[in-house]
């Protein structure tokens, strides 16, 4: 007879996570804990100016009034802040100047991810900046880029070789006090990407940036900058992975967005960090704060891919202050077994004839909780306002949930908003007219899934679509319902 | 070709099918015809494997091989198709997609190479040709917002592409005006050789003007009752059904 | 506090607390539902008026509200002359009546009845005897998870519509429920407590509002525990027209059983705030659930829908349509939220919330939820914020309508498929004529 269910679902719950290993690198690592000493040792390990010590430290003293938000749908273990350790290098030369000095035990760690660097360098001209556990390790390209005047390089590097544009820029669209997890991440943060597209440059090459936690014990803060000077253009990647751990491993990220007037933005996302096993021991809390500002005629495009993370926790938003500035949100959320995703986007109207899209595909199968949470919100002057959202669940099997809370708050008349929302399983027949042409329910799965989330899909560059493709399914093998 | 012995299919513990016997050889055309309720879909279901519908006696020989235990994709894999009443939805996938996905699903199942991107598109622009589908339609979402007659179509146009020795169409002329009748009938004609077999599942005899059966069997309440020449047809439109009761 | 003459006035919810003692006292001690009161009382105590830290309150504030000293019990029993009210009432329509006047019964205004059917008030049903069976297998049983609004309606529950309907017994008129307001007291808290029981195969048709007769303040806490058994069929409509003095939170609780059909309109044009909690529990297969919902307000009125629909098992059905058209400074929230258990497969579950900002200063607010734990189910929601259809609007001034009147007809068209489900002829017309009335115009919409 046929393949049944539960042979599929023995099979795949042996499969484990595809990047769960660990690289036997040597690293210099913080004891574990947090205190104004730590903040400190890290700012001045990366050597500092003293403006962004004071500014580490403002933070620190803020987070430690603030508390642990609690009003998103998911259910997690507290993280203990004095159980983590905040920084961690892997061992030898601080910088390094070429790919040469790199540890060649890393750089298998990232042929093993699928970014084989001097491949990268030569074929596909993707710019990438590398950051493991807490250290920006490679940054490809740089020479091609800075021809153009583009700067893209480690934000400790930034801070140290151009302290006007970070000062200038931070915390200016997530501020400080912005929530608990953002402002650790300001008092902590170790390092991440930066990158400064000049006036009218259309930045020729996809900038990308990999994250990867390696160390155990260790807590992730990278900190995005991107700034897309007026009339300019960048697209923008990043990947995250993680090896597996039987621990939770905490990950508080920010990234801010500035587009300036007519520059565009295009933000993708494939987050694949270690989503736990199948009983839901370990596996990363990713509580992310992501937010662009739009100038006048600007544009920014989020798009993600999120398979990976047990609590996964995140609102890629975008703030339209100019006239004309448009956002958009586009995103694929699938958890499988115990994994829990609440994550929507924010769009917040300010200027005059703004629009906004939202497009969110949430695929919930096994034990797994999956929310859309999301605002659109007019406010009283942005006249001529256009919003369209849709979000869409697939669920597989009826042990898993999925769940949507929009908050649509509109303040002037001339706007138009609409929200759409549905909710459906694969239906017996689609996969039958699969069977009948020689396609296996595994595949008919995977092609059903595809198709559900292709207008997302396409809105990834083309080097990227592949690979979320594949990690879609990865991530949903075992969870026929 | 395909031997079908003393079959009793019941859904839901309800019987449907009472002993069917039928024997088709490569080369020929079968019609089934039948009053609505007679079982002729769920016939057509039975041997494509659906699982719906519960096998309580007898056999399928399909090529030699009891087919009764394999799997819907295994029974396709070895060449049975079926072209669906009702075809189904699936949005976002292409019908380019989803045919080379199962021609792909096909090739592996024999242990043969994926046919090369070039080599499938040529041969998708001259089957889409024969069945004079237009190549927009090739990368619209399958049978999503089709017309009736487009879904037959997209569902012939498989058939042209999958080749397989067993085609079993169900209904495939209702919902069908009477140009895209002909197109349907003609690619059909076209595809019949001397080493695959038709079988035609079908309420009305109009089909029959296009695509000649070389015998016809009427099937009733769950038996098939007359089984003649192409004759047996134009009786049955003359007289009704009520004339087999 | 300095510079202020204002007295200082204790907080409304100290004030209520303290005067449950007294309250209790003066009513029945003995009563079947004491410990019930006692109980609630002591988690409104601790829970407090709701506030906007509260996601359900997100929107909607209380403080201003709570500010007034209110009388909680009016002193006099003050009687009203029919021909003063009997524009609150339906036209040439049969109808029992239930009214109430400054939360006393009325019963030269009321027709009741105890032939067949059970259509009088709680405060007979709490203390009689022949009532206590029905009170102690209903009264209270939905309410136990609660918001600390219907904690308080409870602890003070003491009159209020008594309706219980025995089985297979279909009423063939409809029952009115009014609650008067006079203004006798300067400022008034009313807390009235409905209870109405369907048995199996029952079914019937109610209609209720709140109308103050003067400007004073009334702040009106109201609670319905309805009961829908086995293939009953309830029609409830709720005429919220009472003027912008008034507020009123209107905590209804629907429990069904299988086979069983209710339909909840509520009509929103009046009052100052107006909020509607309307809970559906679902306990048997194959129920219906329909709630519809017009409000057009303008000023600074403010409605907020907050609707439940608990799809706890198979095969179930629930639709949800709510239009609101929104002028002035008034405020619309829409929150509802829908939610299925994982055995209620096959489950449809829609949910539509359209509205039009007539205003700049008007605002919106809609979240509209799903919560959606089993797989075999057709849920979806739509929501839309838009303006009246400029090309219309042209078309129909085109042909000579005015401004006026043509967004008036637009906007009718707008809320149309709401008042269509409306089986009452009397009370359909008489909704047409406050929307043309709210709306300013003086046409009729039975084009």
């Known amino acids: ?481 | 070709m395909l031997t079908i012995d003393n079959l009793h299919v019941s859904v839901e513990g309800k019987p449907i099918l009472n002993g069917i016997n039928l024997n088709v050889r490569a080369g020929e055309v079968h019609a089934i015809m039948g009053p609505n309720g007679s079982g002729k879909s769920t016939l057509s279901s039975v041997i494509a494997g659906n699982e719906a519908y519960e096998v309580t006696k007898g056999d399928i020989i399909y090529k030699n091989e009891n087919i009764i235990e394999l799997a819907a994709e295994e029974r396709a894999q070895k060449g049975i198709f079926m072209s669906f009443q009702y075809p189904v939805e699936i949005p976002g996938i292409t019908v380019t997609n989803f045919i080379k996905t199962a021609i792909n699903s096909n090739l592996r199942a024999r242990n043969e190479e994926k046919m090369p991107a070039n080599i499938m598109l040529k041969k998708i622009r001259e089957k889409a040709e024969l069945l004079e589908i237009d190549s927009k339609f090739l990368s619209r979402s399958l049978n999503e917002g089709f017309s009736g007659g487009e879904k037959k179509r997209n569902e012939i146009f498989q058939m042209a592409m999958l080749e397989p020795s067993l085609s079993i169409l169900d209904e495939t002329d209702s919902g069908l005006d009477i140009d895209a009748l002909k197109i349907v009938a003609n690619g059909v004609n076209k595809l019949k050789n001397k080493n695959n077999a038709v079988i035609l599942i079908t309420h009305y005899q109009r089909l029959l003007d296009h695509i000649v059966p070389d015998y016809v069997h009427v099937l009733h309440e769950g038996r098939i009752v007359k089984s003649g020449g192409k004759e047996l047809a134009h009786e049955l439109e003359e007289k009704g059904y009520d004339w087999i009761k | 506090m300095i510079g202020s003459n204002k007295k200082t006035t204790m907080p409304l919810a100290d004030k209520l607390v303290s005067s449950f003692l007294a309250f209790e006292l003066d009513i029945d001690i003995q009563s079947p539902v004491h410990n019930i009161r006692t109980d609630a009382i002591k988690k409104f105590e601790k829970l407090g008026f709701p506030h906007r830290k509260l996601e359900a309150w997100k929107y909607t504030s209380l403080n201003k509200l709570l500010k007034e000293d209110y009388t909680l019990f009016s002193k006099k029993k003050n009687v009203l002359d029919f021909k003063n009210v009997k524009d609150f009432f339906l036209d040439n329509t049969e109808s029992y009546k239930l009214i109430f006047v400054d939360g006393f019964f009325d019963s030269f205004l009321s027709q009741t009845s105890h032939e067949k059917v059970d259509v009088c008030i709680m405060s007979a049903a709490l203390s009689k005897a022949k009532y206590t069976s029905i009170i102690k297998k209903y009264f209270n049983k939905s309410i136990e998870k609660g918001d600390s609004l219907s904690q308080l309606n409870t602890a003070f529950s003491k009159e209020g519509a008594y309706i219980h309907v025995p089985k297979n017994i279909i009423l063939e008129k409809p029952i009115e429920i009014i609650h008067f307001a006079t203004g006798n007291e300067s400022a008034l808290m009313l807390q009235p407590r409905n209870l109405i029981v369907l048995e199996e195969g029952a079914q019937a048709e109610i209609i209720e509002s709140h109308q103050s007769l003067t400007d004073n303040p009334i702040f009106t806490n109201s609670v319905s525990e309805i009961f829908v058994s086995k293939n009953a069929h309830l029609d409830y409509y709720k005429i919220q027209n009472d003027r912008l003095s008034s507020s009123l939170i209107d905590n209804t609780y629907i429990s069904q059983e299988r086979d069983s059909n209710s339909k909840i309109h509520t009509f929103s044009f009046g009052g100052k705030l107006t909020r509607n909690n309307l809970n559906y529990y679902q306990k048997g297969s194959y129920i219906n659930s329909t709630m519809k919902g017009i409000t057009i307000i303008d000023d600074k009125q403010l409605v907020d829908h907050h609707t439940l629909v608990d799809h706890a098992n198979p095969n179930c059905e629930s639709h949800q349509d709510y239009k609101g058209i929104y002028s002035g400074s008034s405020t619309g929230v829409f929150n509802g939220k829908i939610v299925v258990d994982k055995i209620a497969q096959k489950t449809n579950a829609f949910q539509k919330n359209n509205n039009i900002l007539l205003n700049d200063k008007s605002t919106i607010n809609s979240k509209p939820q799903l919560e959606i734990f089993a797989d075999d189910v057709k849920c979806s929601h739509g929501c839309t914020i838009g303006q009246l259809d400029q090309d219309a609007l042209f078309y129909l001034r085109a042909r000579g309508i005015p401004k006026k009147e043509a967004e008036a007809l637009l906007t009718y068209a707008f809320a149309n498929n709401v008042l269509e489900s409306v089986n009452i002829p009397a009370l359909k017309s008489k909704i047409k004529k406050i929307i043309a009335n709210k709306l300013g115009v003086e046409i009729g919409f039975d084009l």
């Open chain 1, 1 to 481: 007879m046929a393949y049944t269910e539960e042979e599929l679902k023995k099979e795949l719950e042996t499969k484990e996570y595809e990047y769960g290993f660990v690289t036997d690198i040597e690293s210099d690592t913080f004891p574990v804990g947090l205190n104004e000493g730590i903040v400190k040792a890290i700012s001045k390990r990366k050597e500092e100016p003293e403006w962004m010590t004071d500014w580490r430290l403002k933070a620190f003293k803020s987070w430690q009034e603030m508390e642990e938000p609690k009003w998103a749908n998911v259910k997690y273990p507290k993280p203990d802040f004095q159980k983590i350790s905040y920084y961690s290098a892997p061992k030898g030369k601080d910088k390094y100047n070429s790919l040469d000095e790199v540890d060649p035990e890393l750089l298998k760690t990232f042929e093993k991810l699928g970014i084989s660097i001097n491949e990268q360098k030569k074929l596909t001209g993707v710019a990438i900046d590398i950051v493991v556990d807490s250290v920006s390790v490679a940054t490809t390209f740089k020479e091609t880029l800075s021809k153009k005047g583009i700067i893209f390089c480690s934000i400790s590097e930034a801070i140290k070789n151009h302290p006007d544009l970070v000062k200038k820029y931070i915390g200016s669209v997530v501020p400080q006090k912005d929530n608990f997890y953002a402002t650790l991440n300001s008092a902590v943060f170790s390092d991440g990407s930066f990158c400064y597209i000049p006036k009218g440059v259309r930045c020729p090459m996809e900038l990308s940036t990999y994250f990867r936690i390696n160390q155990a014990g260790t807590g992730q803060f990278e900190r995005t900058l991107v700034i897309a000077d007026k009339d300019s253009y960048v697209s923008y990647l990043e990947g995250c992975t993680a090896p597996s751990r039987d621990e939770n491993q905490l990950h508080a990220a920010v990234v801010e967005l500035v587009a300036l007037d007519g520059a565009e933005i295009k933000y993708s996302t494939v987050q694949n960090w270690f989503p736990g096993n199948k009983n839901g021991k370990g596996g990363v809390f990713n509580f992310v704060t992501k937010r662009g500002i739009c100038h006048t005629n600007s544009k920014i495009s989020w798009t993600q891919v999120e398979t990976g993370s047990a609590v996964t926790w995140k609102y890629p938003s975008c703030i339209l202050k100019g006239d004309n500035s448009i956002g958009e949100f586009y995103s694929i959320a699938v958890t499988n077994n115990y994994q829990q995703a609440d994550t929507g986007t924010k769009m917040i109207h300010i200027g005059k004839n703004t629009k906004s899209t939202i497009l969110s595909k949430g695929i919930s199968a096994g034990k797994s909780q999956n929310s859309y949470r999301g605002l659109v919100q007019i406010n009283a002057k942005a006249e001529n306002a256009r919003n369209f959202s849709q979000c869409d669940s697939l669920l597989m099997g009826n042990k898993c949930g999925a769940h949507t809370f929009p908050y649509i708050e509109v303040k002037n008349k001339t706007a138009i908003v609409e929200h759409e929302a549905s909710t459906s399983k694969i239906g017996e027949d689609q996969i039958f007219y699969c069977n009948q042409r020689g396609i296996d329910t595994e595949q008919a799965i995977a092609l059903i899934v595809n198709g559900f989330s292709k207008e997302v899909l396409n809105k990834l560059p083309m080097e990227f679509a592949v690979e979320a493709q594949k990690l879609l399914e990865i991530s949903l093998e075992g969870s026929v319902g």
